[in-house]
Structures are given as C-alpha cells and as structure tokens.
Nanobody, 116 residues
Framework: QVHLVESGGGLVQPGGSLRLSCVAS????????MGWYRQAPGKERDMVAY?????????NYADSVKGRFTISRDNAKNTVYLQMNNLKPEDTAVYYC????????WGQGTQVTVSS
C-alpha cells in the first residue's frame, strides 16, 4: 500500500513563495507519474503540474501557473516538489499529491492560503 505524506502548505502574502513536498513510500514499482492538483472551495479539483517517467521527467503545467510554479522530483527519495513563486490569491486551495505506480494514489491534501 502506497503512503503519501504532503507538507509545505501554509499562509503566505501575495507575491510570496511556498514549496510543497510529497513523499511516497510503500510501492514495489517505480512511480511513472507524480503530480499536484488543487481544489478551491466550491470548485472541481484541477491539475496544477505533473512530471512523468523516472528517467525523462517530462513536465506539464496548467496555464494559470506557467512561469510561476516549478515541479521537480527526487527519485532516490520518491519525493515530488512544487515550488510556487509569485503566489496570487486565486492560488488559494487545498493542494493534493497524486502518484501512479500500476494504480493511482492521492494524498490527503495541504492547505495553501494566499492573503494579505
């Protein structure tokens, strides 16, 4: 059973930065997909960014975060990161980690609040 531990959320002022981390453990298979999603109150859960393949590491970003967020992974630590810069109030949401190793797994979420 894969276990995900997310951290790094919190309260930040507009223009500030946060770094989210998601540590995955318990899989006998490599993680072909690691990504971040977010869900704001009253809205659907949307993809923020993802990174595929342990070797190639192709990335993809939602248009709303391009140029501000950077996703990366440390394969040795089975960890995916989301560096978030120039945060805006509309980035406020619960951020979820999603990984795929034969099947998908979701973290429990970490709250990010951008407010002055």
């Amino acid at each position: 059973q894969v276990h995900l531990v997310e951290s790094g959320g919190g309260l930040v002022q507009p223009g500030g930065s946060l770094r989210l981390s998601c540590v995955a453990s318990g899989s006998d298979f490599s993680f072909s997909f690691m990504g971040w999603y977010r869900q704001a109150p009253g809205k659907e859960r949307d993809m923020v960014a993802y990174i595929t393949s342990a070797v190639v590491g192709n990335t993809n970003y939602a248009d709303s975060v391009k140029g501000r967020f950077t996703i990366s992974r440390d394969n040795a630590k089975n960890t995916v990161y989301l560096q978030m810069n120039n945060l805006k109030p509309e980035d406020t949401a619960v951020y979820y980690c999603r990984v795929v190793a034969r099947t998908e797994y979701w973290g429990q979420g970490t709250q990010v609040t951008v407010s002055s």
